[in-house]
């Protein structure tokens, strides 16, 4: 299976892209400089003790409160073999005015506050620090029991405390011994200055902020497994460069540098494909497809079989179609990170066997994906539904929002969605040979691009022999642009033409 990451920066957002042997697995979107994000550790103090919930509220200085449920982390520890310590096992009691480190380990959604744990976890390469969890674990793919023992008893011996833990990522398997004691004598040293920096520091301060998204995927990628990291920014590369240099275990020659003069993603066919996670139906091989809604409750999946009239029986053809649809089902839950709930309406399958089958089939797939899914077993009414867990946003949010115009039932293009359509279309002009780029555009549209500097990369850099003008229209809907290119710069303009500089 070719492998390859595609990663890039522009318009004030960073940009990864998974695809295996050409499908588009992985989608995701980060603003630049980074927000609240999962991960981020911060100093909060208590607001509210809900007993009858096990719960609190926080103040971190944010929006909104955070929730903190006294049960909940933010490592899946289900994922991993290994031992809880009992002494995990209580929870000291919190009282309003207290002051506490957690971690967030999910953001903020409409009304709701973001969620946060007391028990937190600082990710390295090869482990994972539990400064306050008395867990040893191991993933699950590592294989050889051998290995297995070894890289357990290695983990032990980091340990200064027995309330302290470590979990071995499946990246240690090919790291030395001397590599596992310097990890984790750094990922202590955070934690200790954290600790130090929260005595005196002011409630909502960012003790500790997780890698930004495409450190996060060099961090978490197997150089054997990948066939390739293509980087569409000098800058970027230049950095990930030296990650590469310094980890040691991911080639060089790998990380390819894109130098092509039209959008990357464009260029790979990746943009389209983005656009496809957006669209509420999904076609299947053989002409079924999947109608996907989402609700404030839930996630639900239609399962239809279109024009498939397959070979056999009906019972046959059904079950062969539900068998199709449960493999993409999980690839378009993990491309579109689709979090919480989601239930799956199957065609109607009369055989048990069937029923069973279609549903291990499902947990086969998505126990493939990274973020943990729990499958409950289908029902007579051949409905299944699962969980996933939510991390980060889906990448609707990065292509649409909703319509005011229609009191939230509809939804509109999201404006960064819009700017890179518009990146994308300058680079194409430019690279048809014109020096000049004329664009009429929404006028808020072109407000947002002056103001928060959206293309300043690009015109410092690639674009700075370049010239573009932007012409705002009050009576454009906002996903609407219209743009054309010369070579020479004796154009027309109206006075109020604005020069990007």
């Not at 991960?39 to 103040?59: D, L, P």
């Not at 669209?279 to 498939?308: C, Q, W, Y």
């Not at 293309?455 to 642009?481: C, N, Q, S, V």
Request: hydrophobic content about 40%; overall charge negative.
């Amino acid at each position: 299976m070719k492998k390859e990451w595609f990663l890039d920066r522009y318009c004030g957002q960073q940009f990864a892209a998974l695809v295996e042997d050409g499908r588009l697995i992985e989608f995701s979107s980060e603003k630049e400089p980074r927000v609240v994000c999962v991960g981020n550790i911060y100093k909060g103090r208590v607001t509210n003790v809900v007993a009858g919930m096990h719960a609190a509220f926080i103040n971190c200085e944010l929006n909104k409160n955070c929730y903190l449920s006294m049960d909940d982390t933010y490592t899946d520890y289900t994922k991993y073999d290994g031992t809880m310590s009992a002494l995990n096992n209580e929870n000291p009691p919190l009282n309003v005015g207290d002051e506490v480190l957690v971690q967030i380990t999910q953001n903020a959604r409409r009304n709701k506050g973001a969620k946060v744990t007391k028990k937190l976890s600082i990710v390295g390469k090869h482990l994972i620090y539990l400064p306050n969890t008395a867990f040893v674990g191991i993933s699950r793919k590592i294989k050889d029991e051998a290995e297995r023992a070894k890289l357990l008893e290695s983990a032990e011996a980091l340990r200064d405390t027995q309330s302290e833990g470590f979990i071995v990522r499946t990246q240690a398997a090919i790291a030395t011994q001397k590599q596992l004691k310097a990890e984790a004598d750094y990922l202590k040293n955070i934690y200790r200055t954290m600790l130090e920096t929260a005595k005196t520091a002011p409630v909502g301060t960012v003790l500790y902020e997780d890698e930004d998204l495409p450190v996060r995927v060099i961090r978490d990628s197997l150089g054997e497994s990948v066939s390739a990291f293509h980087v569409g920014d000098e800058e970027l590369y230049q950095r990930l460069l030296g990650l590469v240099r310094l980890q040691g275990d991911i080639p060089e020659e790998k990380l390819i540098k894109y130098n092509g003069e039209r959008s990357m993603f464009m260029e790979y066919g990746i943009t389209p494909l983005v656009y496809d996670a957006a669209r509420p139906t999904v076609p299947l091989e053989k002409g079924g497809s999947l109608v996907i809604e989402h609700t404030e409750a839930m996630t639900v999946v239609d399962v239809n079989t279109g024009k498939f009239i397959g070979t056999q029986h009906l019972e046959e053809t059904v079950f062969e179609m539900n068998l199709i649809a449960a493999r993409e089902i999980a690839r378009q839950v993990r491309l579109r990170n689709v979090g919480g709930i989601v239930a799956v309406d199957f065609i109607d399958m009369a055989d048990e066997a069937h029923r069973l089958a279609v549903n291990e089939e499902l947990k086969a797939c998505l126990a493939l994906d990274n973020t943990k899914c729990n499958v409950l077993p289908m029902n007579e009414l051949c409905i299944t539904t699962f969980t996933r867990k939510r991390v980060g946003n889906d990448v609707l949010s990065y292509l649409v929002k909703p319509c005011v115009n229609c009191g939230g039932m509809g939804h509109v293009h999201e404006d960064i969605y819009v700017v890179t359509r518009l990146r994308s279309r300058i680079l194409d002009c430019f690279a048809e040979g014109n020096t000049v780029v004329i664009a009429d555009v929404n006028a808020q549209i072109m407000k947002k691009i002056i103001s928060e500097g959206m293309f300043a990369i690009e015109m410092k850099g690639r674009w700075k022999d370049k010239k573009i003008y932007l012409i705002p229209h009050k009576t454009y809907k906002e996903d609407f642009f219209s743009i054309r290119g010369e070579k020479t710069d004796e154009v027309d303009l109206p006075e109020f033409a604005h020069l990007l500089k």
